[in-house]
């Protein structure tokens, strides 16, 4: 079955960066569409970017453009993002979400990975 | 960017109650494929959010059929016929046939 397993929470300190993970498993990692998600504390959900393994192409919401870096290594299936010059506005709960099949938008997440950002 | 405005923001329940969430947007969702990529979401608390309707109505396998979607162009809702304990949480619509996708603010449904 299709799983996605997040990295751990992170605290960090400001104008850091930080690297969460997305490791996949129960399909094919390089042909599916992985994004990222932010939600902070007590609010909605944001859409970050999505990555396309198979070839390394990406998209970024342009407000996190310059913030978060999208990569992914098919050697291990584990998608990463970086976010850099942290501030407590990146405080937040960050989601990997997959399509799979294409018209299943959003249809597997991670569990979720916590960064604080806090001196 | 496409707004999709959800209305309520809040929906009091009783359990066995049928209500109805609305999701509507600043542009029409039909994509020139002829598909409408818009999605509900279901985040229950300290949850991710899971998947129930994608393409407007196609309800995902494993969710109870209480659950359905319905509209199109700019206008969509989620009816839930029969509200059980385990369906409390925050409702989110979802599009991604203009990028970026976007999220609606979500629909918080709490017993009554």
Known sequence: QVQLQQSGTELVKPASSVKISCKASGYTFTSNYMHWIRQQPGNGLEWIGWIYPGNGNTKYNQKFDGKATLTADKSSSTAYMQLSSLTSEDSAVYFCSLNYPGIRGFAYWGQGTLVTVSS | ?112
């Open chain 2, 1 to 112: 960017d496409v707004v999709l405005t959800q209305t309520p923001p809040t929906l009091s329940a009783t359990i066995g109650q049928s209500v109805s969430i609305s999701c509507r947007s600043s542009q029409s969702l039909l994509h020139s494929n002829g598909n409408t990529y818009l999605n509900w979401l279901l985040q229950r608390p300290g949850q991710p959010p899971q998947l129930l309707i994608y393409l407007v109505s196609r309800l995902e396998s494993g969710v109870p059929n209480r659950f359905s979607g319905s509209g199109s162009g700019t206008d969509f809702t989620l009816k839930i016929s029969g509200v059980e304990a385990e369906d409390l949480g925050v409702y989110y619509c979802v599009q991604s046939t203009h990028a970026p996708p976007t999220f609606g603010a979500g629909t918080k449904l709490e017993l009554k």
